[in-house]
């Protein structure tokens, strides 16, 4: 934890807003990016990092014309002050919802393939009921975004493991559970096939997420699985992309029936064909298991999903 050690012979220490300055200027690596993020002009940001260095007797960040860098001083106050900035936004959380409102932060993972819930929907009806809490989304991977939530970077999470593999160090939920489609161009052979096996496609060229990512690994170890090697020739990490290359006819994919389907309905140049043996995924709802905050549990509430106590 950091300590709040005197400043000057004014008895002045380092405050929160010092803090959220330099943890800005560090995440954005960028003074006046950092000033906006904050809402306040550059010169009175810049002054007061300025004399927090003087103070400290350490340069947090390593200036120059192109680049602005952490310390290794620097560093070692962030993960502080993080700390620090964490446990304010916490005890404000916590007083607030003490008196039945529920104010805050909720950061919202969310991996781009989600289909057990919908999103978007799910936001703006969280946003109707608790107005004062400030929503933060972003999308990544399923192991990334648990990891972030263990971090506590991350309060909550929408992901997408392979069937079996269940998310650590986290509370989980299964919201889902879904059998992979093969996607192929509209024109392809296999348009119209009732359905086909791994082996009957092995040899066909793949479109598929990045080597390494939970999504790719759903579809990977199935084929591992079943003794087979195959060719992913294009790795993409946006489905878009994915779809694009597949209409195309330069590959085919295997993709989570729940989420292409409506995509695949609207799109005349993909078609859609079973897999018997494909791969499988679950889709999780996770959280922290120590203490989650108020805005957490309110989350919770709004899913259907019993609060902890």
Not at 14 to 31: C, G, I, K, P, S
Not at 98 to 115: D, E
Not at 177 to 185: F, G, M
Request: proline share 6%; with cysteine; net charge neutral.
């Amino acid at each position: 934890m950091l300590a709040m050690a005197p400043m000057n012979s004014n008895d002045d220490c380092v405050d929160l807003q010092q803090m959220r300055y330099v943890v800005a200027v560090a995440e954005t690596r960028n003074f006046t990016r950092a000033a906006e993020l904050c809402s306040v002009v550059q010169s009175s940001l810049s002054h007061r990092i300025a004399g927090l260095e003087r103070e400290l007797g350490v340069k947090l960040f390593a200036r120059s014309s192109r680049r602005v860098q952490l310390t290794s001083a620097g560093a070692a106050f962030v993960a502080g002050a993080r700390e620090c900035l964490a446990a304010a936004d916490r005890a404000v959380a916590d007083a607030a919802a003490a008196t039945g409102v529920v104010r805050g932060r909720l950061s919202v993972g969310v991996i781009v393939t989600a289909a057990a819930v919908d999103v978007p929907d799910l936001l703006r009806r969280y946003r109707d009921q608790y107005p004062d809490v400030r929503v933060v989304l972003r999308s990544g991977r399923s192991d990334e975004m648990a990891a972030a939530i263990r971090n506590g970077d991350l309060d909550i999470a929408f992901l997408g493991l392979p069937e079996g593999e269940r998310p650590s160090g986290v509370e989980t939920i299964a919201l889902d559970h879904d059998q992979h489609v093969l996607v192929v161009p509209a024109g392809h052979r296999l348009v119209g096939t009732p359905r086909v096996t791994l082996p009957e496609i092995t040899e066909e060229t793949f479109v598929d997420f990045v080597a390494g990512t939970p999504a790719r690994a759903q579809s990977d170890q199935a084929f591992t699985d079943a003794g087979l090697v195959r060719d992913v020739a294009y790795e993409v990490g946006v489905v878009e992309l994915m779809t694009r290359l597949i209409a195309r006819g330069l590959g085919i994919a295997l993709m989570p029936s729940a989420f292409i389907r409506p995509l695949a309905a609207g799109d005349p140049e993909l078609a859609l064909v079973p897999v018997v043996d494909g791969p499988r995924r679950v889709e999780y709802l996770a959280w922290s298991r120590f203490s989650p905050s108020p805005a957490t549990r309110a989350m919770l509430g709004v899913l259907g999903v019993r609060s902890p106590a």
